[in-house]
């Protein structure tokens, strides 16, 4: 062999070096929320136990929202990725681990159905489930069974996130996290001594800070108890604190109730609810920020 052929054949094995297998894509710090079990890495084809953070999601007959749900076991079915052949109507039985440049499809065994985009505002998980198969997910930032989800219609990720109704899921957002708002129930409990407690709690499994708090009543004046004392004070002024219909808890009032004017959830809601007509439930509108 001639030094010139010697040479090209060095060249080309360098270029071959430097090509890498699979596009690997950044995915932003905290997207990587997804994992499957039982697997060290994600392939085609293959049925998954599906987990965001500690908890399995499958699917759940819901009345708002996608039906979607925690927790459900196998009842909730299980989730299979399958690689875009580039072919309409034509399957990729290929198998072996998936691209993080592959688009895919999420097939859930129990409804036999494909998930993908659906815009519902901020309100709702912005999810549907459709019949055929929906290339529209990408898989990135995979370490192992890791994973970030990634969807090419909106180019956002699929996170955990709050929202007023339905499955807790929701896209990344860049920058600050956004201020979100909820809706709280105040519900009536068996009363011990004196008045009626109403109870509420919001935030469970999340992290961030509570940032205002409405009565969002027309009607009830609210009487929220301080630390340290019971809804059978509610008749002492000094130990509640009187929010009248539609008004908000002041920043100083949050500190008295909470120790700091945004405290962190989760976060308990105990009050008496002031009214001539009885009612077992009254709401709070509240505002929030979750941790970015």
């Known amino acids: 062999m001639s030094p010139r052929s010697i040479l090209i054949a060095i060249l080309a094995l360098v270029t071959l070096a430097a090509l890498p297998g699979a596009a690997q894509a950044d995915a932003p710090s905290g997207t990587t929320q997804w994992r499957v079990a ?39 079915g299980h989730f299979v990725f399958m690689r875009d052949s580039g072919k309409p109507n034509v399957r990729d039985h290929r198998a072996g681990p998936l691209a993080e440049d592959q688009r895919v499809a999420i097939y859930n065994t129990k409804t036999r159905k494909y998930l993908r985009f659906h815009e519902r505002g901020i309100w709702k ?24 989800l990634f969807n090419t219609k909106v180019r956002r990720y699929l996170v955990h996130q709050v929202k007023n109704y339905g499955i807790n899921l929701g896209w990344h957002q860049s920058g600050p996290p956004p201020v979100q708002s909820f809706s709280v129930p105040l ?26 708090v409405q009565n969002a009543s027309t009607s009830s ?8 004392k019971q809804t059978s004070d509610c008749g002492n ?27 962190r959830l ?13 009612v077992t439930l009254t709401h709070l509108n509240i505002t929030y920020q979750l941790d970015g």
């Open 38 to 76: 039982n697997a060290s890495s994600v392939s085609n084809g293959t049925e998954y136990q599906l987990f965001n953070g500690g908890a399995r999601i499958g699917y759940e007959n819901r009345t708002f929202g996608v039906d979607l749900g925690w927790n459900q076991g196998s009842k909730g």
């Open 125 to 148: 998980a912005e999810l549907e489930w459709d019949r055929s198969p929906q290339y529209q997910w990408e898989l990135h930032g995979q370490n192992g069974p890791r994973f970030a």
């Open 187 to 212: 519900s009536a409990q068996p009363v011990v001594q004196g008045f009626i407690p109403f109870v509420g709690s919001f935030g469970g499994g999340t992290q961030g800070k509570l940032l205002s």
């Open 221 to 228: 004046t609210l009487r929220f108890v301080k630390p340290g």
């Open 237 to 263: 002024p000094d130990a509640t604190i009187t929010v009248a219909p539609r008004a908000s808890l002041t920043a100083e009032q949050l500190k008295t109730l909470y120790g700091v004017a945004t405290p």
């Open 266 to 278: 989760p976060v308990n809601f105990l009050a008496c609810v002031a009214n001539a007509s009885p």
